[in-house]
């Protein structure tokens, strides 16, 4: 691989922004010079490749800390391949995923990662990393933990929601917890308290209430906010950190707040369609609010304004899809008749830095906070910075060049994610992704796609770093 020269752009990461053009020598950054400076015009003319980014916001790639890939759920399985989800994922500006590899109930770890590496290996455009769900914590369970941190799976996913699938109790939780504050593991929890939905559930069947909206109703905010706040208390009696996942509600936001204020390592994450959809699209007629089921469940619009609070005041750190993909023909219909069959997740591996690029455009957050919770803070708290999440010497050439004048249509015509709609059709929303770099290789090239399935490489993780 030659040299690459990125010549003309403004450079934004989380720190600065700078009129930079930046040298790539065998895949990763190793200069940054000014804008027409000797040195950055001496680059160019012996560069193998310049690529004119004038005009053009030059960007760390995205990294999603939160995908499922191939995640089979409901009697289904996510439609998004390793292959096509990270291709969509370049496609809009994601240069790393970290996806969740499953434990299953009576196997091991190991078995669990061994599996997922076996979907992914070979198939991914861009680099992937495991966080681990712990399905059935148990005495080998917890003696595994160690040894994945050692291997750079350095996060595990707790279930208190999905009785009898993924689900832990309060007991198994704090198990995980002690294990994770000895071996420098960050606990990820979906905080929802699932033994008290599905009576909600099942008391919504009973009265005939089945269409899609009801999930939202029986999925009620004060079960995440409690939810949320058990999980807070059960990791400071660990005393381990903790990472609550797809945070929705603006009472869990404010459990997140306290913890914050009482200068407790708690962290939360939200992702686009808690801040850009609400229960109006789950009450879409003719079973089309089953397109937006997903859990944490969307919430009434007024809990965005506190997401986007949370996101500035940093009671909020990452943005992330939880991208989880089921058809709507075939896949999201298997709840016709039944919410709580529709099964639950929602695709957005693509349009994560778009959407979060329009909340700059309409003024909820600064250009570096764009970067800061879509690049920079997560690979920092899954261990991943500085080599993923920054445009600095050293780092890989995950580069995204970005066009913040062209405007889109978002649509799942033009999409490149494995399912039959799009969360957010007929949006228009300004800002592209015009080119993309992973390692130093142009995998989407002006518009048009250049990469290849096997590019991407596992990549083992560091442990948190974000504590304090
Ligand atoms: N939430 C979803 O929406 N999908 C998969 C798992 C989850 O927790
Ligand atoms: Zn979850
Ligand atoms: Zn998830
Ligand atoms: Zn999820």
Same mark, same amino acid.
């Given at each position: ?138 005495? *080998?369970? @917890?003696? $595994?933990? +160690? ?5 750079? %799976?350095? &996060?595990?996913? #707790? ?120 229960? *109006?699209? @789950?009450? $879409?007629? +003719? ?5 937006? %089921?997903? &859990?944490?469940? #969307? ?120 399912? *039959? ?11 592209? %992704? ?35």
């Amino acid at each position: 691989m030659g040299t690459t020269v990125i010549r003309g752009g403004l450079v934004i990461t989380a720190a600065d922004e700078t009129n930079a053009d930046i040298l790539i020598e065998s895949g990763r950054v190793t200069a940054l010079a000014a804008r027409d400076s000797e040195v950055a015009r001496r680059w160019a003319e012996s560069a193998d490749r310049v690529i004119d980014a004038a005009g053009k916001y030059v960007i760390p790639g995205g990294v999603d800390a939160h995908t499922h890939m191939e995640l089979p759920f409901g009697g289904t399985s996510a439609s998004d391949t390793f292959e096509t989800g990270t291709r969509a994922a370049a496609w809009g500006g994601t240069t790393t995923i970290v996806d969740f590899a499953v434990q299953t109930v009576g196997e091991s770890l190991r078995s669990g990662l061994d599996v997922w590496h076996a979907k992914a290996d070979g198939q991914c455009a861009i680099d992937y990393a495991f966080h681990m769900i712990l399905s059935d914590v148990n005495e *080998d369970t @917890l003696k $595994e933990m +160690d040894g994945l941190v050692d291997e750079g %799976v350095t &996060s595990f996913k #707790l279930f208190m929601a999905y009785p009898g699938v993924f689900y832990s109790d309060d007991g198994k939780i704090l198990r995980a917890m002690q294990r994770s504050a000895g071996n420098g593991g960050l606990i990820m929890m979906h905080a929802e308290n699932g033994i008290a939905i599905d009576v909600l559930v099942e008391q919504a069947l009973a009265a005939g209430r089945t269409d899609p909206r009801y999930h939202g109703e029986v999925r009620h905010a004060l079960l995440e906010a409690e939810a949320t706040h058990r999980a807070i208390q059960l990791a400071r009696v660990a005393g381990a950190p903790l990472y609550v996942v797809h945070v929705s509600a603006m009472e869990a936001v404010a459990e997140l707040a306290q913890a914050r204020d009482m200068g407790l390592n708690v962290f939360g994450e939200t992702c686009p369609q808690y801040l850009f959809l609400s229960t *109006d699209n @789950l009450a $879409e007629p +003719d079973f089309e609010g089953a397109k937006y %089921v997903c &859990s944490t469940p #969307l919430r009434p619009k007024e809990h965005q304004a506190y997401l986007w609070r949370g996101l500035r005041t940093n009671d909020l750190q990452v943005v992330s899809t939880d991208h989880c993909p089921f058809c709507f023909k075939g896949q999201k219909e298997l709840g016709l008749g039944d919410f709580s069959k529709i099964p639950n997740g929602l695709p957005g591996v693509e349009n994560r830095m778009d959407l979060l690029h329009q909340a700059v455009v309409d003024g909820h957050i600064s250009r570096r906070r764009w970067i800061e919770i879509a690049c920079a803070t997560p690979a920092r708290m899954f261990g991943l910075y500085p080599r993923k999440g920054t445009i600095a010497p050293g780092a890989d050439a995950d580069i995204v060049i970005y066009d913040p004048g062209a405007t889109q249509v978002m649509s799942a015509e033009t999409h490149h994610m494995n399912v *039959d709609y799009s969360a957010y059709e007929g949006r228009t929303v300004t800002g592209r %992704v015009q080119t993309v770099l992973s390692r130093g290789e142009v995998v989407v090239d002006d518009r048009s796609y250049t990469g290849r399935a096997g590019h991407g490489r596992f990549t083992a993780r560091e442990t948190c770093q974000y504590l304090g």
